[in-house]
């Protein structure tokens, strides 16, 4: 059974940093890309970044590059998102999910790619 659980999230002011992870069990990890998206209420869930299956290739959303950086132990079945430089837009549910369409060189963007997603985090940043 494919889980992926996400653990992180809480409350920081604007300014500040938080260090999301995506913990994969249950399937071959190392072959695929893991990605994260982000939901604010009323909003639809969006990219927000993602890795390729060897670690080499990143994709961000226009709106956190530069401010987050996502990365992958493959060893530990685990995808880290650090971020810092936080902003009140930054509020939403964070999720992690995973592309089983194996040896992608990108990252896709589009929620619908994706086969499994982990509960959820919520990261709020305060004004």
């Known amino acids: 059974q494919v889980q992926l659980v996400e653990s992180g999230g809480g409350l920081v002011q604007t300014g500040g940093s938080l260090r999301l992870s995506c913990v994969v069990s249950?399937?071959?990890?190392?072959?695929?890309?893991v990605a994260w998206f982000r939901q604010a209420p009323g909003k639809e869930r969006e990219f927000v970044a993602g890795i390729n299956w060897s670690g080499v290739n990143t994709k961000y959303a226009a709106s956190v590059k530069g401010r987050f950086t996502i990365s992958r132990d493959n060893a530990k079945k685990t995808v880290p998102l650090q971020m810092n430089s936080l902003k009140p837009e930054d509020t939403a549910v964070y999720y992690c999910a995973l592309d089983t369409i194996g040896y992608r060189t990108f990252p896709k963007e589009l929620a619908h790619e994706y086969d499994y997603w982990g509960q959820g985090t919520q990261v709020t940043v305060s004004s």
């Open positions: 249950g399937y071959i990890f190392s072959n695929y890309v």
